[in-house]
């Protein structure tokens, strides 16, 4: 996948973004979170942008998750979801709210930065 891909796959889509997932765990009791793995989102769209925007608009969205994130309380934090995919997973199929950041953080995010890196 090309730089700009990995970018688009971390901004997500104008229509739900890691921030709207988040938010889920909050607003819904026990939400089910699809995840589909390898999906870039990248749009004829994207894909006539700098990529300087693209990562403009991904770290613009991750800021909005920190300060979100931020606010959030630790009954919060501990809300869980259902993501199926995450069931042969260290944290399970139920994860707190807390572990999903981290895990978006800790895992996904650092794996697509060290990808970006590789490709420079």
Not at 3 to 13: E, N, P
Not at 31 to 57: C, F, K, N, S, W
Not at 79 to 87: C, D, E, G, Q, V
Not at 104 to 120: V, W, Y
Request: overall charge negative; proline content about 4%; some cysteine.
């Amino acid at each position: 996948m090309e730089r700009a891909g990995i970018v688009s796959h971390l901004c997500q889509t104008d229509h739900e973004s890691f921030l709207d997932g988040i938010g889920r765990f909050v607003l819904e009791e026990t939400p089910e979170i699809e995840v589909t793995p390898g999906v870039t989102h990248y749009t004829p769209e994207r894909h006539a942008m700098a990529l300087d925007d693209l990562v403009e608009g991904f770290l613009r969205q991750h800021e909005l998750i920190a300060d979100y994130v931020a606010r959030l309380s630790d009954e919060q934090l501990g809300r869980r979801a259902h993501i199926a995919l995450f069931k042969d997973s260290p944290v399970g199929e139920y994860p707190t709210l807390a572990e999903w950041v981290q895990g978006i953080s800790d895992f996904h995010l650092q794996a697509h930065l060290e990808e970006l890196r590789a490709r420079r």
